[in-house]
């Protein structure tokens, strides 16, 4: 009896299958290994891009900035940094074990402390160093780096999750704003030997909350599942 | 059941205390009765989530067509039957499932080995449903309608009179709760989701969302009373 309820549910939604079945022939989608590698080349692209924007401002157009100081120093910023910057970056786009994403509470976590840890170690080791001294440069340079080397990154970020999140899409995007600026910040790091909070602040901070409410609002708009793609 | 509840009722012959013993027995064996069928549907349920796991990831290697329609197959009752519900019986409930599947479709690819494809289908239907009544909000005005219109007529052949009164009995009162109480207690009591894929789909954890089902189901039990189980059965 309940076979035969199933079979006259399933004869009911047949034509809704067959709909469904020709639409998806009609739309070929990637398989898991060509989405990986969509993956890869999104992400290597967008290395790439920040890699070279680095290397056009920091080298060419505003120069290395050099100053006597012990190789411990940013070694150990950089390994502290590219430490945050490898959690956020797989946060924002790994999945976890489930196919919805990290959850809201694990995207908050990152956005709001990948910053404020790379504030706090960057201080934390300058001031072992007795390095905490403000400069009078004021961090536009900094600032403007950060945000040169983000934007296409960010882009390609997002990219790869387009249209694929169904619950939190602007925190998604929050996080892969941080993310990309948490990258950012371990080049800038390697360039600029300031550490006075008042120039991290608005040098280096700022971009990458920058990045993070630039991610929001294109993440809102772009990672969505919507019945349109945008 | 009534059946046997007055036979064992007429059988003892040993007084008050054998009687209300027998009473018991059959309350018992009825209460058991319900719990196994509770058990066995769920037991279904998860077979069938398990099935359409291993058909999604397949998919999601191969592509090919067949392990598409498996999934649409073990899938599509559930999520109609959501999405209708969500719309009380609107037309357009299955052009929802439609965008909804083609969604799984077009990102397969992104589809993880060893995860749940149920939760992902509701959290689609979910959100999509959603845009769609800020759509409809946008667009004609109706601010109400759709959440809170009174259920129409059903057709399916697994409505029974008796299921449809009831649910429209429970759909009234649950109209009246707010929004993330309401979600809970459809995605876990009606939908039959576990704890983990309805907190998964309402963006929560199991423990919010078992307080929130909990909540839902007082204040349903404060209003249906004790039919409320009877309903739900």
């Known amino acids: 009896m309940k076979d035969s309820v199933k079979d006259l549910v399933m004869d009911s939604t047949m034509d809704l299958k067959e709909r469904i079945l020709a639409t998806a022939a009609a739309a070929p989608s990637l398989s898991r290994t060509a989405t990986r590698l969509r993956l890869v080349l999104l992400v290597a692209g967008g290395a790439a891009v920040m890699a070279t924007v680095y290397w056009l401002f920091a080298l060419r157009i505003f120069g290395w900035q ?49 910053p404020v840890a790379l504030l706090a170690w960057k201080i934390g080791w300058s001031a072992i160093f007795g390095n905490l001294a403000e400069s009078p440069r004021l961090g536009y340079r900094c600032l403007l780096i950060a945000m040169a080397m983000g934007g296409v990154p960010l882009a390609f970020l997002i990219m790869t999750s387009r249209g694929d ?62 019945d349109q793609p945008r | 059941m009534v059946t046997a509840a007055n036979t064992s009722l007429r059988q003892p012959t040993g007084g008050l205390d054998a009687c209300f013993a027998a009473g018991v027995e059959v309350v018992d064996r009825s209460r058991r009765a319900t719990f196994e069928a509770r058990m066995t549907g769920k037991c279904e349920l998860a077979a069938e989530a398990t099935e359409a796991d291993a058909a999604m990831d397949r998919y999601a290697r191969e592509g090919d067509p067949k392990d598409f329609a498996c999934v649409i ?130 963006d929560t954890t199991p423990t919010a969302l078992k307080m929130r089902t909990h909540y839902a189901r007082a204040a349903l039990r404060a209003r249906l009373g004790d039919d409320l189980e009877e309903l739900l059965r």
């Open chain 1, 165 to 226: 999140d169904p619950r939190h899409p602007s925190l998604l995007g929050a996080a892969m704003g941080v993310a990309v600026g948490s990258c950012g910040w371990v080049l800038i790091d390697l360039w600029c030997p300031v550490a006075g909070p008042i120039h991290l602040l608005r040098g280096h901070v700022l971009p990458v909350v920058l990045l993070g409410l630039l991610g929001a609002a294109v993440g809102k708009a772009v990672l969505a599942v919507r």
């Open chain 2, 73 to 202: 197959d073990l899938l599509q009752p559930r999520l109609l039957g959501y999405v209708r519900r969500q719309l009380h019986g609107d037309a357009s409930a299955e052009d929802l499932v439609q965008t909804c599947f083609l969604k799984i479709h077009q990102h397969r690819g992104r589809f993880n080995p060893g995860a749940a494809v149920l939760p992902y289908a509701f959290a689609i239907a979910r959100r999509l449903l959603i845009d769609k009544v800020r759509t409809d909000r946008r667009e004609r005005g109706r601010e109400h309608e759709i959440f809170h219109r009174p259920p129409p007529r059903r057709s399916g052949p697994e409505d029974s009179l008796a299921h449809r009164r009831a649910l429209a009995r429970i759909e009234s009162v649950l109209g009246e709760l707010p929004h993330h109480y309401r979600d809970a207690f459809v995605l876990t009591a009606i939908d039959g989701l576990s704890l983990e894929d309805a907190a998964a789909v309402a």
């Open chain 1, 66 to 114: 050099s100053i006597p100081r012990s190789w411990v120093l940013p070694g150990g910023t950089l390994v502290g940094a590219a430490a945050v910057a490898g959690i956020a970056v797989a946060t924002a786009v790994g999945r976890g074990r489930h196919m919805l994403g990290r959850s809201r509470r694990w995207l908050i976590a990152v956005t709001v402390l990948a």
